[in-house]
């Protein structure tokens, strides 16, 4: 079953564009998690946010967790052609511990 | 380095064969997983096992078998009975007793021809 659906399904910017995805989920959760994929190959993770933090940085990324809503938001600031990429958020699921993916946003950033 | 390496990176199969994608981690990690990704799908999870000598079936077991022998290595085999076998498949570890972040391979294109 998949937990998070992200939205938009795919985004197109300019290089220097701010990019800025959605996931939101279902149920209990104990961490969100956003990780990217270049195409075809592996997924590197990019940052966790624990459900009793409301906004986390690193570098040029930036996470927001609403646990109330059930949602969370990725911002890329000042975006790169390198940054091209499909983008997920993963959910630990708070009873099984296992994480959960969603079905990803596909990021184009055109130089 | 550390780290997950899958192998093969490609792989095609007939119809009605068995085949087996190999995991191998250096990182020890006691958790391993592995991920079904079909195109512009998100992940999901077939198989994981905590421990050695031990695992469960995730929300797509049907059709998969693994073993897990040796903390290093997480083997899965697709078998015969997997109706519809043509994906990416992403094998994973976790830092032990941790609920953070997965440590990927490269992945392992499967075609059934």
């Known amino acids: 079953s998949q937990q998070g659906e992200e939205d938009p399904q795919a985004l197109s910017i300019q290089e220097g564009e701010n990019a800025t995805m959605n996931c939101s989920y279902k149920?209990?959760?104990?961490?969100l998690q956003w990780y990217r994929q270049n195409s075809g190959r592996g997924l590197v993770h990019l940052i966790l946010?624990?459900?009793?933090?409301r906004e986390k940085h690193s570098g040029r990324l930036r996470v927001t967790l609403d646990t109330s809503k059930k949602s969370s938001s990725l911002l890329i600031t000042a975006s790169r052609a390198a940054d091209t990429a499909s983008y997920f958020c993963?959910?630990?699921?708070?009873?099984?511990?296992?994480?959960?993916f969603g079905t990803g946003t596909l990021l184009a950033v055109q130089p | 380095d550390g780290g997950i390496t899958q192998s093969p990176k490609y792989l095609f199969r007939k119809e009605g064969q068995n085949v087996t994608l190999s995991c191998e981690q250096n990182?020890?990690?006691?958790?391993m997983y592995w991920y079904r990704q079909d195109p512009g799908q998100g992940l999901r999870l077939i198989y994981y096992?905590?421990?050695?000598?031990?695992?469960q079936k995730g929300d797509i077991a049907e059709g998969y078998s693994v073993s897990r022998e040796k903390k290093e290595s997480f083997p899965l085999t697709v078998t015969s009975a997997q109706k519809n076998p043509t994906a990416f498949y992403l094998c994973?570890?976790?830092?032990?007793?941790?609920?953070?972040?997965?440590?990927f391979g490269e992945g392992s294109r499967l075609t059934v021809l």
């Open positions: 149920t209990s959760i104990n961490n």
């Open positions: 994973a570890s976790r830092v032990p007793g941790s609920r953070g972040e997965l440590f």
């Open positions: 946010i624990r459900s009793n933090e």
């Open positions: 993963a959910t630990a699921d708070g009873a099984t511990n296992k994480l959960i």
């Open positions: 990182l020890n990690h006691d958790a």
């Open positions: 096992s905590q421990i050695v000598n031990d695992f």
